[in-house]
């Protein structure tokens, strides 16, 4: 399946369930510990108010917008930030991210470690890729050419497009 079909595929699913296509075949997303949906909920806070605080053309949206990183595979990150124009109200994909995060679990921790690594760099806009885990409450950051940093607290700059975060405000409380 392409990710058109796929999308076009989703769109007429009368029951909602968060689904990936990776190399053309449909995966269903497992569900998610309260821990998980919490901090993907933190870090989209946090995004939206770095970019209002900003003041940058960006928008950060939480899970929900596909990713197409090839003709095959489209990835549903955690959140995401792109800039530029605003994306249509009807949008499915978001075909500019700048930084994309995946919080991990049980499931997907390979996955998200793994072949998304290797798939959001190969999109020229993505710049930062955050890879969070909520049971050793660090965030590793990734950056286009740049080793990983593993962060258990402090600021964290994303530059670009010029965001200031704390790993505090991407974890939440304890």
Known sequence: MTVDEYLAWSENQSEQQRTELINGQIITMPSERVRHSRIKGNVHLALRQAVKAANLPCEALP???AVRIDEHTAYEPGALVYCGDMAEPDALLIANPVIVVEVL??????????????????LP???????????ARTVTHHTRGGPPNLLHRGPL?????????TIEG????E
């Open 105 to 122: 679990s049980p499931t997907t921790a390979h996955t998200d470690t793994s072949a998304k690594l290797i798939g959001y760099f190969k």
């Open 63 to 65: 899970d929900g917008q």
């Open 170 to 173: 991407l974890l939440g409380p």
């Open 125 to 135: 806009s993505v710049a930062h890729y955050l890879v969070i885990d909520p049971d």
């Open 157 to 165: 700059r994303l530059d670009p497009p010029g965001l200031d975060l």
